[in-house]
């Protein structure tokens, strides 16, 4: 299930044949790359098999991770691409023979929750289906909150099964761009509290970066990315590591996405929260204009980042880099000042409505 170069969804013979177009032909006719869709949904039906069994309880708990990983794998390309009317035909067969769902996707998220269920993890199955995240898992434009969500609800109870799967899925998103690059970075991001930084660290900022600073890059996974750069940027030896992120980090804080921009604020709070950091003469003047023109914004959480990272950025500039901030620091002064002055009116205002105790 996981030899399939996962970067593409075509044959890799120079027809760019949908693959699962090609799973309706005799199978001994074809290569076993051109047969994904048959061999996948065969594959799926042993693990069920297996987790039906008793005797099978160690080797599902030894390889539940990569099961797990497959598993998810068969239900986001089957879900991405549903696959056509032979292979629809194949799982009524099994739904009339077994009493299976009929469609590979449903089939696939069968077998997870059965997986779990030999695992134990009831709660974990019953959670998302309280949350109807197996439904949600079932439809294309919302399955990265889904795998997300299922992520979360698993990271609660089961830390070390869930390192295991983020290996994983590092593994897998190390190699080339894949199809279901969302849904595994959704799920990645959510465990990296679950992975020893210092080990694995490196690999997961080379691969957000990849994401941050591709052009492709789509809202969804831009959030993801900035979601994953917090955690990192918490860890004060990844916070070293992140300053040659400071221009596509920069960037961002023009975004139109206030979450993006919020988000972006906490990264540079949290790699100039570290003592050995020091901003260059270049970078300051921009990071300083960038902070300036978000003291108006209309976000309080935005607004309130952006003033005290300036008056940070203002305190950890090289002195080389000093100069040239005069100008940016004048046209600070108003706004700032009338910052303080709104919040101290607030500080009277809560002051005078308190109770007398």
């Excluded at 994904?36 to 042993?46: E, F, I, K, P």
């Excluded at 909150?145 to 998103?173: D, K, N, Q, W």
């Excluded at 992140?242 to 990264?267: F, H, I, K, N, P």
Aim: glycine share 4%; aromatic share 6%; net charge neutral.
């Amino acid at each position: 299930m996981e030899d399939w170069p996962l970067h593409s969804m075509c044959t890799s013979d120079g027809d760019n044949e949908d693959v699962f177009a090609l799973s309706a032909l005799p199978h001994g006719h074809l290569g076993t790359e051109r047969c994904l869709g048959l061999l996948l949904s065969q594959a799926t039906l042993v693990i069920w098999v297996m987790v039906q069994v008793p005797e099978c309880r160690e080797t599902m708990t030894l390889y539940s991770s990569c099961l797990f990983v497959a598993l998810l794998f068969h239900v986001v390309i089957t879900t991405q691409q549903m696959p056509p009317e032979e292979v629809d035909n194949f799982w009524r067969a099994c739904q009339e023979e077994h009493r299976f769902a009929s469609k590979a996707n449903r089939f696939a998220v069968q077998t997870m929750k059965s997986l779990l269920f030999r695992l134990q993890h009831d709660n974990v199955v019953m959670a998302m289906e309280r949350k109807r995240g197996w439904d949600t898992l079932l439809c294309a434009d919302t399955q990265h909150y889904a795998v997300g969500l299922l992520a979360r609800e698993m990271r609660h109870v089961l830390i070390p099964l869930c390192s295991r799967i983020a290996l994983h899925l590092l593994r897998l998103l190390s190699t080339q761009e894949s199809r279901w690059d969302l849904p595994a970075l959704a799920f990645l991001v959510e465990v990296l509290e679950c992975l020893d930084l210092t080990q694995y660290g490196l690999s997961v900022l080379k691969i957000l970066r990849r994401h941050l600073e591709s052009r492709c890059t789509c809202r969804d996974r831009r959030r993801l990315v900035l979601r994953g750069l917090v955690v990192l940027s918490k860890d004060p030896w990844m916070a070293r590591k992140m300053c040659g992120l400071s221009q596509s980090l920069l960037e961002l804080l023009g975004d139109a996405d206030g979450e993006v921009v919020d988000m972006t604020l906490r990264v540079f709070t949290n790699v100039l929260q570290n003592k050995d950091i020091l901003i260059s003469s270049t970078t300051a003047p921009n990071l300083a204009e960038a902070l300036l023109e978000l003291f108006h914004n209309d976000n309080g959480h935005v607004q309130l980042r952006s003033i005290r990272l300036f008056c940070k950025v203002m305190e950890l500039v090289v002195d080389e880099g000093k100069i040239s901030l005069k100008r940016i620091v004048k046209e600070s002064l108003l706004p700032l000042s009338n910052y303080y002055r709104d919040e101290n009116q607030q500080l009277v205002k809560v002051r005078d409505t308190a109770p007398v105790p």
